[in-house]
T-cell receptor, first 112, second 118 residues
Framework: GESVGLHLPTLSVQEGDNSIINCAYS??????FIWYKQESGKGPQFIID?????DKRQGQRVTVLLNKTVKHLSLQIAATQPGDSAVYFC???????????FGTGTLLAVQP | GAVVSQHPSRVICKSGTSVKIECRSL??????MFWYRQFPKKSLMLMAT?????????EQGVEKDKFLINHASLTLSTLTVTSAHPEDSSFYIC??????????????FGPGTRLLVL
C-alpha cells in the first residue's frame, strides 16, 4: 500500500510482483523526463528516460509511460527483486535549460 | 560509461572551517555540472549550475559566497562550503551532463558527499 505525509510515499510489493511507481509533474512545457533510483547513502542512478514526443519507452525490466494530458509519468518494474528496493525519483526538464526538477520520491520496499 | 566520482565521500569538520568537495567526470567531458543538496528522506534540491570556464549560476536562496563553485576543467568541478556551520550538514551530490552530440540532457550523478559540521 501507499502512505503519504511526513514520510516518503511508500510502495510495498512482494518479490516477483510487478511494481508501478507514479509521478505527477508540474510543468506542461516539460519536454524530457528521467527516472532515477537512489539507494540509501548513494547518489541517484539513471534508470530510463523519455521525451515528450513519446508516450512509452521500454528498457530491461522497466517501462516508462508518459501521459501529457494529465501530466503523469509512471515507472513499471517487472518481476520486482529485493535489489530494486530504493527510493525512486522522477525528474523533468523544461525548455532550453538543462536543469532538472525532481519529484518528492517514492520508497519501494520489496518483501521477500 | 558516464561515471561521475566525488571526493571525499564523507567529511566531518569543526564549525567555522571550510570544506572542499570535488566532482569529476571520469569517462566524458562535462561542460556543465550541477550541485545538489539533499536532506534525509527528501528530494534533491538544485543549488547551482557549474559551467566550465565561467561563473556558476546559483538558484534562488543559495548564497554564492557561502557555497563557492569552481569549474576549472571539463572534468572537474569543486564546491567549497565556506565557514561551515552545523546547519550546513547535509548530503551534497553533483551531476554532470555529457557534451553536445551525446545525451546532453541526461545528468549522471556522483555517489554523494556526507558533510557533518560539529
Amino acid at each position: 500500500g501507499e502512505s503519504v505525509g511526513l514520510h516518503l510515499p511508500t510502495l510495498s510489493v512482494q518479490e516477483g510482483d510487478n511494481s508501478i511507481i507514479n509521478c505527477a509533474y508540474s510543468n506542461s512545457a516539460s519536454d524530457y523526463f528521467i527516472w532515477y533510483k537512489q539507494e540509501s547513502g548513494k547518489g541517484p542512478q539513471f534508470i530510463i528516460d523519455i521525451r515528450s514526443n513519446m508516450d512509452k519507452r521500454q528498457g530491461q525490466r522497466v517501462t516508462v509511460l508518459l501521459n501529457k494530458t494529465v501530466k503523469h509519468l509512471s515507472l513499471q518494474i517487472a518481476a520486482t527483486q529485493p535489489g530494486d528496493s530504493a527510493v525512486y525519483f522522477c525528474a523533468e526538464k523544461t525548455g532550453a535549460t538543462n536543469k532538472l526538477i525532481f519529484g518528492t520520491g517514492t520508497l519501494l520496499a520489496v518483501q521477500p | 560509461g558516464a561515471v561521475v566520482s566525488q571526493h571525499p565521500s564523507r567529511v566531518i569538520c569543526k564549525s567555522g572551517t571550510s570544506v572542499k568537495i570535488e566532482c569529476r567526470s571520469l569517462d566524458f567531458q562535462a561542460t556543465t555540472m550541477f550541485w545538489y543538496r539533499q536532506f534525509p528522506k527528501k528530494s534533491l534540491m538544485l543549488m547551482a549550475t557549474s559551467n566550465e570556464g565561467s561563473k556558476a549560476t546559483y538558484e534562488q536562496g543559495v548564497e554564492k559566497d557561502k557555497f563557492l563553485i569552481n569549474h576549472a576543467s571539463l572534468t572537474l568541478s569543486t564546491l567549497t562550503v565556506t565557514s561551515a556551520h552545523p546547519e550546513d550538514s547535509s548530503f551534497y551530490i553533483c551531476s554532470a551532463s555529457p557534451p553536445l552530440g551525446g545525451r546532453q540532457e541526461t545528468q549522471y550523478f556522483g555517489p554523494g558527499t556526507r558533510l557533518l559540521v560539529l
